[in-house]
């Protein structure tokens, strides 16, 4: 994406700006901040209400104005770059907890507001939203968006399945609200579902209703640590073919440990891997809370074996995407939490993968992560909830390199029924990048584009086929 606006003549374009500017939302021009992913936008929307957001996107089919809506704006560089931005649609204004019925356990919140804000109110009520967000600044909107989940999905599951209700806005004005407390509903369409994970292409998030749970009285990790799984030969290279064994047995090891921690009686909410370069150790972490925590995670560290801890802090990396190793062939890293509790990607130059197997095969893809970094000589990290089929992958290397990575542990994960997605690339790795792979509802995905933003305006470009 060379960032270039779409040609349209000034007049066009002062009348869009007029017309937006009489809508009666906050409206600025856009400068160098507000770029998306490499592409510019000329205005920046900053509604307050679901009302003004349609009034935006009025406008915005009347003018055939792309609109891409920004949260915190941690993540506008996943997905593909939009193929134009016209209007930055930012929802800081809408940060409102709009309803908390502690009682029942659901919150109705606002797309602009905060995780950390929300977080607070909730507390006070001795109640939490199940997912361990790390990222300050992360918005409601963004959250529901983006689709991210973190170790406790394991058991809470997603925001997909935390999301109760939804009002959003679609490409035409339209105000449609689905589930919670319902004042109308888009025939046939389970809104929540379609708009989680939807990057912005279906319409804006307007606010969403979640399930809560009680805080808990206590929580306690147990974790261990598993040796490395490469011979290293002279000099501190690693063969292939010396290491490859090594990683089947170590990846055979670390499912085990995962599975018993899964199948515990102590009834772990997590169970998280951390292996932050697949050519040096990995550790199995578990979280259990709620009474008696710390018993309980004794009996899992018991499983997890004999040089096995418990603490009573979340380890560093907790709930945190990987990142990348550096790109260095001696497997060398540091092995404390220094430093690695700092923001991670976020574009800096590192791809990031989302790799999904199904739980009995997570032994064959931690393997295949494995040999796919020997074989292209990329260091690469895994983290995530093996045993809940899902975990992230961080590499750090030159275009070429990094497709070779991508096309091979797809072919791998692919080949067992699995599935791995590029959630964000560098620029210079993302020309020749095949993001998504083989997508099988592509024509539904067309078809449900089609039916909400039938001008294409909607965050235009950011999945497979450009929709
Ligand atoms: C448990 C968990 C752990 C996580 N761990 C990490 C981590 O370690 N590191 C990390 O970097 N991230 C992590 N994330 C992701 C983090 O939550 C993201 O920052 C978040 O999902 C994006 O929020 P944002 O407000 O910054 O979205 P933005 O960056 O503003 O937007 C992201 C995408 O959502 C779209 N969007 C935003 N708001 C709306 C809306 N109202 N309606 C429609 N579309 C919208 C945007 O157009 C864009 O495509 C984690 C998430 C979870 C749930």
């Known amino acids: 994406m060379d960032g270039a606006r779409d040609p349209r003549s000034d007049e066009t374009t002062e009348q869009a700006g007029k017309a937006l500017a009489a809508s009666g939302v906050a409206v600025r021009a856009a400068g160098a901040d507000d770029v998306v992913a490499g592409v510019p936008p000329r205005w920046v929307a900053l509604?307050?209400?679901?009302?003004?957001?349609?009034?935006?996107l009025r406008v915005s089919e009347e003018h055939d104005l792309a609109v891409v809506p920004v949260g915190g704006g941690t993540k506008l560089h996943w997905g593909a770059p939009p193929s134009r931005c016209d209007v930055l649609l930012d929802t800081c204004c809408l940060n409102e907890v709009?309803?908390?019925?502690?009682?029942?356990?659901?919150?109705?919140?606002?797309?602009?507001?905060?995780?950390?804000?929300?977080?607070?109110?909730?507390?006070?009520?001795?109640?939490?939203?199940?997912?361990?967000?790390?990222?300050?600044?992360?918005?409601i909107g963004g959250l529901v968006a983006t689709a991210i989940a973190g170790p406790r999905r394991f058991r809470y599951g997603t925001v997909r399945d935390l999301l109760i209700g939804?009002?959003?806005?679609?490409?035409?004005?339209?105000?449609?609200?689905?589930?919670?407390k319902v004042v109308k509903n888009v025939a046939g369409y389970d809104l929540g579902k379609l708009f989680t994970g939807s990057y912005g292409t279906l319409g804006v998030v307007a606010d969403a209703t979640f399930?809560?749970?009680?805080?808990?009285?206590?929580?306690t990790w147990a974790a261990a640590s598993f040796a490395r799984p490469v011979r290293s030969g002279p000099g501190g290279d690693a063969s292939e073919e010396a290491s490859a064994p090594e990683a089947v047995r170590l990846a055979g090891e670390l499912h085990a440990a995962l599975a018993a921690a899964a199948g515990?009686?102590?009834?772990?909410?997590?169970?998280?891997?951390?292996?932050?370069?697949?050519?040096?150790?990995?550790?199995?972490?578990?979280?259990?809370?709620g009474a008696a925590s710390a018993e309980r995670a004794d009996a899992v560290r018991a499983l997890l074996g004999p040089e096995a801890r418990t603490v009573g802090e979340r380890p560093g990396w907790w709930g945190r995407l990987p990142s990348a190793p550096p790109p260095s062939r001696d497997g060398a890293r540091a092995e404390t939490d220094a430093g690695r509790d700092e923001e991670p990607p976020a574009g800096?130059?590192?791809?990031?993968?989302?790799?999904?197997?199904?739980?009995?095969?997570?032994?064959g893809a931690l393997a295949a992560v494995h040999v796919t970094a020997l074989e292209t000589g990329t260091p690469a990290a895994v983290r995530g909830s093996a045993p809940a089929g899902v975990v992230h992958v961080a590499l750090r290397a030159d275009a070429g390199r990094t497709a070779r990575?991508?096309?091979?542990?797809?072919?791998?994960?692919?080949?067992?029924?699995?599935?791995?997605?590029?959630?964000?690339?560098?620029?210079?790795?993302?020309?020749?990048?095949?993001?998504?792979?083989?997508?099988?509802?592509?024509?539904?995905?067309?078809?449900v584009k089609e039916r909400f933003d039938p001008g294409g305006r909607m965050s235009p470009g950011r999945f497979v086929g450009g929709i």
């Open 405 to 447: 990575f991508a096309d091979a542990l797809r072919a791998r994960v692919e080949a067992a029924d699995g599935r791995l997605v590029v959630l964000s690339a560098p620029p210079e790795a993302a020309d020749g990048l095949d993001r998504w792979g083989r997508v099988g509802a592509l024509a539904l995905m067309r078809r």
């Open 47 to 56: 509604p307050e209400t679901a009302e003004e957001i349609a009034a935006v």
């Open 211 to 219: 399930r809560l749970h009680p805080l808990p009285p206590s929580r």
């Open 348 to 363: 800096r130059g590192e791809t990031l993968l989302e790799l999904r197997a199904s739980p009995s095969r997570v032994a």
């Open 98 to 139: 709009v309803e908390h019925e502690a009682g029942d356990l659901v919150v109705r919140a606002q797309a602009g507001l905060t995780v950390e804000a929300l977080a607070e109110a909730l507390a006070a009520k001795g109640q939490e939203l199940a997912l361990d967000v790390p990222v300050p600044g992360t918005t």
């Open 264 to 289: 515990s009686q102590a009834e772990p909410v997590a169970v998280e891997l951390d292996w932050p370069d697949v050519t040096g150790p990995a550790t199995v972490a578990v979280l259990v809370e």
């Open 166 to 180: 939804i009002t959003v806005v679609l490409a035409d004005g339209t105000i449609a609200h689905a589930g919670g």
